[in-house]
């Protein structure tokens, strides 16, 4: 029985630290080209915000000027599905449906017509 509730111990000791280790990795980001239905890129479980910023730019398939980051919440963007390198909208937040919601609130606000959901991250939520 000892030997048991010793094992157990240390399985949970363990499971703590690697809880404590992954939780600093709570940053993502997605950055946005001109044609924001085919260049972008995308980065989650970053150590900072900046990190997560580097990763996305470096993930863009295009050429990605704007960069919109979390620390521990979603991040969505949305073009026109018709003007597919027309209006488009991107939104952090908490919660990922506020985050769409907002990026499709933004496509609608900049002329889309018909806004759909391109992308979207969440990372490190606690």
């Not at 363990?14 to 404590?20: C, H, I, N, R, T």
């Not at 980001?29 to 990763?55: M, R």
């Not at 003007?83 to 991107?90: A, D, L, Q, T």
């Not at 985050?99 to 002329?111: D, E, F, I, P, V």
Request: charge should be positive.
């Amino acid at each position: 029985m000892y030997c048991v509730r010793t094992s157990l111990r240390a399985v949970l000791a363990a499971a703590a630290l690697f809880g404590a280790a992954s939780a600093g990795h709570a940053a993502g980001a997605i950055a946005i080209g001109a044609c924001a239905a085919y260049g972008y890129g995308y980065a989650y479980d970053h150590p900072s915000t900046e990190a997560a910023k580097d990763a996305a730019l470096a993930n863009c398939s295009g050429t990605c000027k704007q960069v919109v980051t979390t620390q521990k919440g979603c991040v969505a963007f949305a073009i026109d599905g018709r003007k597919p390198c027309g209006p488009h909208g991107f939104a952090n937040a908490p919660r990922l449906g506020v985050a769409q919601n907002t990026a499709l609130k933004h496509c609608y606000k900049h002329g889309g017509k018909d806004c759909v959901i391109r992308a979207w991250i969440c990372d490190g939520k606690s």
